[in-house]
């Protein structure tokens, strides 16, 4: 049901406060998520340990690695768990707890063991938090067998698939982007199952994938060229590992042309995922190659200007669909 706007920021708490009142097992771990420490750093936990106690809504040490271990540890133990990690570029310090036993254990005991944890963190260029702060790194765990990846473009989906990715049996890491948090849009409160992309616009002569925070600007880029007689059809990937092949591959068959957006580096990026399985499978159907669309390849920039120039533009989503359909 659609109700009120929402942002980001209530539509996670919210999905958080559903899951912890249908789910006595479930538990939220992190620095700084109780309310005695103002529900985090964004107060995307505010209210719930005074909701749900302060035994179901723990704040932590600033120990990343103590904080997915417990959440392991406490998932082979039956509960679920959502634990926090402030920043992306944070979970490097984890790495091993994520890669090497959370994303490995149910391989590693012959499907006995489930690891049913979902990694919150945020992320985002435009705040200028500098290159520690600010990386989208969502390839490297899409690299990773065993591991879900998520990040959704607005409210409603971060409720909805944040929802999804508690009732997953498996690791889900969950990016929310810091920079659109307080942006309000219409809501509507749906879980989301994992591992389906969303057309958010239909079209014929192109289509765009992206996820994040770029789908906002393909979405203006595509109604401005509507205008010019170029129809653009806009695919939102919302789960990145596994990511949605067949909704992709079928918009692309029907346009003939693609362009993959993302905020993170270009380079060996999710894009070269997408680009290549289209090449593959559309080799003969394709009226353009594949082209992509992302991050300069360098750390995030302290610098505003250079970190405006950093994520990819409107401008530049514009000229290379101009040079797609010439």
């Known amino acids: 049901m659609t109700t009120?706007?929402?942002?980001?920021?209530?539509?996670?708490?919210?999905?958080?406060?559903?899951?912890?009142?249908?789910?006595?097992?479930?538990?939220?771990?992190?620095?700084?998520?109780?309310?005695?420490?103002?529900?985090?750093?964004?107060?995307?936990?505010?209210?719930?340990?005074?909701?749900?106690?302060d035994h179901r809504v723990k704040s932590t040490p600033i120990s990343e690695q103590a904080i997915i271990g417990a959440a392991i540890g406490a998932s082979l133990g039956g509960y679920r768990v959502v634990a926090e990690i402030m920043l992306m570029n944070f979970t490097a310090v984890a790495m091993d707890m994520i890669v090497n036993h959370a994303a490995k254990l149910r391989f590693m005991s012959g499907g006995q063991t489930n690891v049913p944890i979902v990694i919150r963190?945020?992320?985002?260029?435009?705040?200028?938090?500098?290159?520690?702060?600010?990386d989208y790194l969502e390839a490297?765990?899409?690299h990773t067998p065993g591991i879900k990846v998520v990040a959704p473009s607005n409210p409603s989906d971060a409720y909805g698939l944040l929802r999804g990715a508690i009732e997953d049996p498996d690791p889900v890491l969950f990016i929310e982007n810091l920079p659109t948090y307080w942006n309000p849009a219409p809501f509507t409160r749906e879980v989301l199952p994992l591992g389906k992309a969303n057309v958010v616009r239909e079209g014929s002569d192109v289509t765009i994938i992206s996820y994040a925070t770029m789908v906002a600007p393909s979405l203006a880029v595509a109604e401005q060229l509507a205008g010019e007689g170029i129809s653009i059809e806009v695919v939102d990937l919302r789960t990145i590992a596994p990511w949605d092949r067949e909704t992709v591959r079928a918009s692309v068959e029907k346009t003939?042309?693609?362009?993959?957006?993302?905020?993170?580096?270009?380079?060996?990026?999710?894009?070269a995922e997408v680009a290549a399985d289209l090449n593959e499978h559309l080799f003969g159907k394709l009226k353009a190659p594949v082209r992509r669309l992302g991050g300069a390849f360098c750390p995030v920039p302290y610098s505003k200007p250079l970190e405006t120039a950093f994520v990819p533009s409107s401008d530049e989503i514009e000229r290379t669909i101009r040079g797609l359909v010439a």
């Open 4 to 53: 009120e706007t929402m942002n980001t920021i209530q539509a996670v708490n919210l999905a958080m406060h559903d899951a912890l009142a249908a789910d006595p097992k479930l538990l939220i771990l992190g620095e700084d998520v109780g309310d005695l420490e103002e529900g985090g750093v964004a107060g995307a936990t505010k209210g719930l340990s005074t909701a749900f106690g």
């Open 121 to 134: 963190t945020m992320t985002g260029a435009g705040m200028s938090n500098g290159g520690q702060h600010s």
């Open 140 to 142: 490297w765990f899409a």
């Open 256 to 271: 003939g042309r693609a362009l993959i957006v993302h905020e993170a580096v270009k380079e060996f990026g999710v894009g």
